[in-house]
């Protein structure tokens, strides 16, 4: 069993920057393939990031890549998702989740556990 909380939505204006965090709490942490996804209102929730277990390999959503950074302490149970030059159609609901897939998957039901979310909100 896994618990995910995440912390670090807010507001912040265009090209602006935030770091999300998600601590987890279990022993096998470090064992999931942990994925960030986001849902806007009226929308699907859709991926965002993932990362393996060792955090060496990462995969992204073409619309944010060389924008974000999905990362992973595994000494501290957290994983991370450092977001620049943010844009309007970021905003969302961000949620983690954890899979014990081997595999990086950008698919949400895969992934078994889910934090509660974090809200952001980008203005123009």
């Known amino acids: 069993q896994v618990q995910l909380v995440e912390s670090g939505g807010g507001l912040v204006q265009a090209g602006g920057s935030l770091i999300l965090s998600c601590a987890a709490s279990?022993?096998?942490?470090?064992?999931?393939?942990m994925g960030w996804f986001r849902q806007a209102p009226g929308k699907e929730r859709e991926f965002v990031a993932a990362?393996?277990?060792?955090?060496?390999?990462?995969y992204y959503e073409d619309s944010v890549i060389g924008r974000f950074t999905i990362s992973r302490d595994n000494a501290k149970n957290t994983v991370y998702l450092q977001m620049n030059s943010l844009k309007p159609e970021d905003t969302a609901v961000y949620y983690c989740?954890?899979?014990?897939?081997?595999?990086?998957?950008?698919?949400?039901?895969?992934?078994?556990?889910w934090g509660q979310g974090t809200q952001v909100t980008v203005s123009s």
């Open positions: 990362t393996s277990w060792s955090g060496d390999s990462t």
């Open positions: 279990g022993r096998r942490f470090s064992s999931y393939v």
């Open positions: 989740a954890a899979t014990p897939t081997t595999h990086l998957t950008t698919l949400y039901y895969e992934y078994d556990y």
